[in-house]
């Protein structure tokens, strides 16, 4: 069965740092890996996703993600962070076949602050 | 375009009453749903999911059961809680297709007292 490891569960940083958030994943078959983020009392938002191609991927609010095979990893980064981007972000991941579902890894929570 | 819906947005109920959650989604047809609990610290647990009417799994043995009586309707119910049912529970579809993309409800806070 799949896993996913978030290697942090806190990272602070301050404003206009940059941040990586650190995401490993086990399987024996291959994947589909994404990022999410949750504000306070809210749903999950995509975002970013890994399907195929680029092993580098570009998400919304500056951020990005890097698929590395070989590490089995998918890390986090944005180059400079805002205030608005403490969250908790979560790492999950998906087998490429059907009726399995999407497992997520137990979150990191992004403080930053001024 | 699809909407998810969840309600309610907050629940405070005590130990040993019962409990129902509903889910619908709008603007598609035959998604699979999928129930998630966020306790703290513990990240977002898959408890349900359903690819069709009638057809639940479940991945956790616990106080909580699923039902799926229409094809956008996915209900969380429990006949008694527990003091370990207080979460965050939130309702995700996902189409059928290559894009294996989840959208989320905006969750319900569980608070059993």
């Known amino acids: 069965a799949q896993s996913v490891t978030q290697l942090d569960s806190q990272v602070p940083v301050f404003e206009e740092a940059p941040v990586e958030l650190r995401c490993n994943y086990s399987?024996?078959?291959?994947?589909?890996l994404f990022w999410y983020v949750q504000y306070p009392n809210q749903g999950l938002q995509l975002l970013l996703k890994?399907?195929?191609?680029?092993?580098l991927v570009k998400g919304i609010n500056g951020f990005e993600a890097e698929f590395n095979k070989s590490q089995t990893s998918f890390h986090l980064r944005k180059p400079s962070v805002h205030i608005s981007d403490t969250a908790e972000y979560f790492c999950?991941?998906?087998?490429?076949?059907?009726?399995?579902?999407?497992?997520f890894g137990k979150g990191t929570t992004l403080s930053v602050s001024s | 375009s699809q909407t998810i819906h969840q309600w309610p947005a907050t629940l405070v109920q005590p130990v040993g009453s019962p409990l129902s959650l509903e889910c619908t989604v709008e603007?598609?047809?035959?998604?699979?749903l999928y129930w998630y609990r966020q306790a703290a610290g513990r990240g977002l647990q898959l408890l349900f999911y359903?690819?069709?009417?009638?057809?639940i799994s479940s991945e956790v043995p616990q106080n909580l059961s699923a039902s799926r009586p229409q094809d956008r309707q996915f209900i969380l119910s429990s006949k008694k809680l527990l003091l370990s049912d207080s979460g965050f529970y939130l309702c995700?579809?996902?189409?059928?297709?290559?894009?294996?993309?989840?959208?989320f409800g905006s969750g319900t806070r569980l608070t059993v007292v």
């Open positions: 603007g598609t047809s035959n998604p699979n």
């Open positions: 399987s024996s078959v291959s994947v589909y």
């Open positions: 359903s690819v069709g009417i009638g057809q």
């Open positions: 999950a991941v998906i087998l490429n076949q059907a009726g399995t579902a999407l497992i």
């Open positions: 890994y399907l195929s191609g680029s092993t």
């Open positions: 995700a579809w996902r189409g059928t297709g290559a894009w294996y993309g989840y959208t």
